[in-house]
């Protein structure tokens, strides 16, 4: 069974990150194994630090379409991206930062590859994003939705694909 256009989006964002964050490649963290997609609860049997993506609630309500009869579509696509850390008991967000720092590195190298055309004509998902905007993120110490100080950042992707192939090529 292939996968959807979103969906190789999300499999290969999650697989660049978990590869590209690591303390070998320069960064202060190691994602290796610690990157997830659509998982919103988590235990304390996870690995620390690591990251979740989620799609956003609100789709985008005004697609560009190509025009009359065509079938190619550009919307802009919400991820939440999240991360937890190590608890620092002197100073509880100042691991989230150093996190979310390595997160949006990373997502600003992906964002100048896409820029740049790398993927054009890859094979791969990210042939099918145009752009990525990354909002500035916030960090918040442990409170009532986590028991570790955690990020969380939007990042929007543009993305174009044919309505009537939704589907990946095989």
Do not use: C
Request: hydrophobic share 40%.
């Amino acid at each position: 069974m292939s996968d959807t256009v979103r969906l190789g989006v999300l499999k290969q964002l999650t697989d660049y990150l978990s590869t590209t964050i690591t303390v070998v490649n320069g960064y202060n963290n190691t994602l290796t194994d610690a990157v997830f997609r659509g998982r919103y609860w988590f235990s304390s049997n996870d690995p620390l630090p690591m990251v979740s993506i989620l799609e956003g609630m609100t789709p985008d309500r005004n697609p560009v379409t190509a025009g009359y009869g065509q079938d190619l579509q550009m919307d802009k696509w919400v991820l939440l991206i999240q991360g937890w850390v190590r608890d620092d008991p002197d100073n509880p967000t100042d691991p989230g930062h150093i996190l979310m720092g390595d997160v949006k590195q990373a997502l600003g190298l992906l964002r100048k590859s896409l820029a740049n055309m790398e993927y054009a004509n890859t094979g791969t998902a990210f042939e099918y994003v145009t752009e990525m905007e990354i909002e500035a993120g916030v960090v918040r110490p442990p409170d009532v939705l986590s028991e570790r100080a955690y990020f969380w950042l939007r990042a929007v992707v543009e993305v174009v694909e044919e309505m009537s192939a939704p589907f990946l090529p095989t």
